[in-house]
């Protein structure tokens, strides 16, 4: 069975998603007596903007109400469903849900400002501008640091060899250097010795 704190959730759900489809459906009620007493001004401009507005509704209300949905369990034997676990919608802070009520929000505001001007459906375009920051600074900047300190970490092995082979190099010239030296002094030692036996004769 569940729990007292799901049913609570659930409830409290249900009362969110009723207050912002009314919220939504008064404001959309204005707006058409707006168009049927000032339909000889409505432009084509309002008309794009206001069918906007309507698919913007459509994909937050239906991304907020599957986030609500319950998790149920269905007994197989009687067919009788159990409440596992339900979302929060009082509590969606840094989740998508949260998004989605901020855009509802923003089309109430400028669905009823657009009565006084078309020009107020253009604060809409701050809904894509925001996308495009969010992912630039969540997505692809994070993803390009970490490909340049691949690129990086990848450099340094790549100097870190050449320094180690550059350091085996410089050994072995010393080592050549030291038999070069060595061998060049047998040959003096060998000389001297030779003309010694020389005199002693």
Request: proline share 2%; aromatic share 12%; net charge positive.
């Amino acid at each position: 069975m569940a729990g007292s704190k799901q049913k609570k959730r659930l409830t409290t759900n249900a009362i969110i998603l009723r207050n912002h489809y009314i919220a939504v459906g008064v404001v959309n009620i204005i707006y058409l007596a707006y168009i049927a007493f000032y339909y000889d001004t409505f432009s084509t401009f309002k008309w794009i903007g206001y069918i906007s507005l309507l698919l913007g509704y459509f994909f937050c209300l239906k991304s907020i109400t599957n986030y609500a949905k319950p998790v149920e369990s269905i007994n197989p034997e009687n067919g009788q469903r159990t409440l596992i676990d339900v979302n929060d919608l009082s509590d969606v802070s840094g989740s998508l849900t949260e998004y989605m009520f901020d855009i509802i929000y923003l089309e109430c505001f400028v669905q009823l400002a657009s009565i006084i001007s078309g020009w107020f459906y253009l604060i809409l375009l701050i809904i894509p501008a925001f996308a495009i920051y969010k992912l630039y600074f969540s997505i692809i900047q994070p993803f390009l640091q970490s490909r340049s300190m691949m690129g990086q970490l990848g450099a340094n092995q790549q100097s870190s060899e050449a320094s180690d082979i550059s350091e085996k190099k410089r050994k072995k010239l010393e080592r050549q250097e030291k038999r070069q030296q060595q061998q060049m002094q047998r040959m003096r030692i060998r000389p001297q010795q030779a003309s010694g036996d020389e005199d002693e004769d």
